[in-house]
């Protein structure tokens, strides 16, 4: 198996990482690419794609990168790269190298101590690490991002421990096939360590899995000049700490160094000088490990918070604090009212962007920004996203008196968001538009799905009704519908201060036996070729005579009227005509979704 080593123009710019069949992306943000670069400036937050496949690397070009990839002397856009052969990215070289990892000996000493013993050994320089590890939490603290944090606590063990060369983050899994080298997570080390440095995986699968405890190897300098053995280049020792962690095993810190004016310890010697030096920076290495563990557990916390600040509003989440959290996602049946909204024109876009797709993704994913966080203001539960659709739902997993009221908030703050952009034709959601349908009644809401895989989801008829008003708008040439149930219970409010309700047609869905009512729901504050609440009204009795059969009186109304989506829906189904067709029932049948 070969590795990919990168290398910038500072020693300490380095990592390697195994190449394995799968697609991974090479970039400067960590937060973007699964191989981050963050040293170099000239390379793109996200840059490349590289694909291990028949024992060369593939190397493709993204179309957003700013600069260049140069292979053999040459800038290319996609390229294989055999082992052996290298590429650069701004002042960053990338070296495709498939040489052997050499294993170290037996270590010629070992110096292992159980958490239990290590918390009785005192420091031999016990200011100084004290100086250190006070500093720990708070370096670590104000770290942004996870690779960040890891990069602190590197820095740390560098400090802490005086003879230390190299430090490490490392993971060997428990299911590692044999042979596989120990991936380097993070490392921070002095200059003069080898780009082809890597950890022996013999101590860290002692100290994982063996001895589940920190580890020393010692090794003789005789021993390692007498074989090919690089990657130490005069390293004789290494320790290893298990880093405390249940959800993720397989985790540890790995510090490697120079043994310069100590030696090896004396067999048995657990109190000369030597030993009790050693045994110190395994205490400060635990230490170190168990804070990060600690911390790292804490951060994953916040991203889990993170994670359901997506689906819940902030109300919510306050209250799911105080329950268990697998009882309240428990499917049940409930009352609730589904927002359903689709993102119309980013297929055209599609078709115009199909090779620079991210720009586009970009802002679909600001429109979609906008749909779910109007729907977290409004204390509702954004539940789905479907290419470019967003839904969310209102009465679970805590019951909603004014559910009705809180959805249609949503719908018009979508409404209100993207008038003010569309107001720009410089602004990167202009030509998109929306639909919204909006349907209350009983469903099956809570955590949906397999065995194996689930999501907080709902589900049921009221659901389906949601997005075929949606797709409804299409028809009316309106941009949110309301199903009998919502038009019903907004029309009983009085006065409501965020908007009104027209009955816009009595309509049998195509594909469904059941007939409803749709309605559109409008803000107060009008807009161009809006319907104000007094020509709503006038547009219901030009429907109530539609519906009757007296299509002549509609049409002369509806001839007052703006020109606007329901005015031509009607005058489409009546096509001039004074009256209706033999066995007019006032509804509508339509003949499409």
């Known amino acids: 198996m070969a590795d990919l080593v990168a290398q910038g123009p500072e020693q300490t710019q380095q990592w390697r990482r195994t190449l394995r069949p799968v697609t991974v992306r090479l970039g400067r943000s960590p937060g973007v690419s699964e191989w981050a670069v963050p040293w170099d400036p000239k390379i793109s937050r996200l840059h490349a794609t590289l694909t291990w496949h028949n024992g060369q690397l593939h190397v493709h070009r993204l179309p957003n990168s700013r600069n260049r990839i140069f292979h053999q002397g040459e800038s290319k856009e996609d390229f294989y790269a055999r082992p052996g052969e290298a590429f650069t990215i701004g002042d960053t070289t990338f070296s495709v190298v498939d040489q052997p ?124 000049r007498s074989i090919t053995y690089t990657q130490v280049a005069g390293l004789d020792w290494a320790l290893c700490t298990p880093i405390p962690d249940q959800s993720a095993p397989g985790w540890a810190l790995y510090i490697t160094g120079h043994l310069i004016g100590v030696g090896l310890p004396k067999p048995g010697g657990r109190n000369n000088e030597r030993t009790a030096i050693l045994t110190s920076d395994l205490k400060f290495a635990q230490v170190v490990a168990d804070i990060f563990s600690a911390l790292r557990q804490v951060t994953s916390l916040q991203r889990r918070e993170g994670v359901l600040s997506r689906f819940f509003s902030r109300p919510v989440r306050a209250a799911l604090a105080t329950q268990d959290i697998d009882q309240v996602l428990q499917p049940r049946e409930t009352t609730v009212t589904v927002l359903f909204c689709d993102l119309r024109g980013s297929c055209r876009m599609h078709d115009a962007s199909a090779l620079d797709l991210f720009p586009l993704w970009q802002r679909v994913s600001a429109a979609l920004g906008i749909m779910s966080s109007s729907i977290l203001d409004e204390d509702g539960v954004c539940n789905d996203f479907q290419g470019d659709a967003a839904m969310g739902f209102w009465g679970w997993p805590l019951p909603q008196e004014d559910q009705i009221e809180r959805a249609t908030r949503a719908a018009l703050m979508i409404r209100r968001r993207f008038a003010e952009v569309a107001r720009d034709p410089r602004h990167p959601l202009a030509g998109f538009s929306y639909g919204i349908g909006i349907a ?31 797709g409804m708008t299409k028809h009316f040439g309106v941009p949110i519908l309301l199903d009998d149930a919502c038009s019903a219970y907004l029309q009983k409010v009085e006065g409501p201060a965020w908007g009104h309700v027209r009955r816009l047609a009595r309509v049998q869905p195509y594909g469904m036996t059941r007939v409803l009512t749709v309605s559109e ?57 004074p009256k209706p067709p033999p066995g007019w029932n006032g509804v509508v049948a339509l003949a499409v979704k």
């Open 101 to 224: 990892i050499a294993e170290p000996p037996i270590p010629a000493s070992e110096v292992t101590c159980s958490g239990e013993h290590l918390r009785s050994v005192a420091y031999v320089d016990a200011a100084e690490r004290i100086e250190v590890l006070s500093s720990l939490p708070e370096v670590i603290r104000l770290a942004m991002t996870e690779e960040e944090m890891e990069m602190r606590v590197v820095e740390v063990l560098l400090r802490g421990i005086p003879r230390a060369v190299a430090a490490a983050i490392v993971r060997l899994p428990p299911d590692c096939p044999e042979g596989m080298p120990v991936e380097i997570r993070t490392m921070e080390h002095l200059p003069g360590l080898p780009p082809t440095f890597q950890p022996s995986r013999r101590l860290v699968h002692d100290a994982l899995y063996q001895r589940g405890q920190s580890v020393m190897h010692i090794w003789d300098k005789g021993e390692l």
């Open 440 to 470: 209350h009644g009983s469903a099956l809401a809570g955590r949906l799905g397999t065995s194996d895989q689930f999501k907080v989801d709902v589900f049921g008829p009221t659901v389906n009704l949601a997005a075929r008003l949606e």
């Open 521 to 577: 729901l409008l803000p107060l504050e009008s807009e161009p070729g809006m319907c104000t609440p007094e020509q709503a009204l006038r547009y219901e009795q030009a429907l109530d005579l539609f519906q009757g059969g007296r299509w002549q009186d509609a049409q002369q109304i509806l001839a007052s009227l703006p020109d606007e989506g329901g005015k031509k829906f009607l005058l489409s189904c009546m096509q001039g005509k």
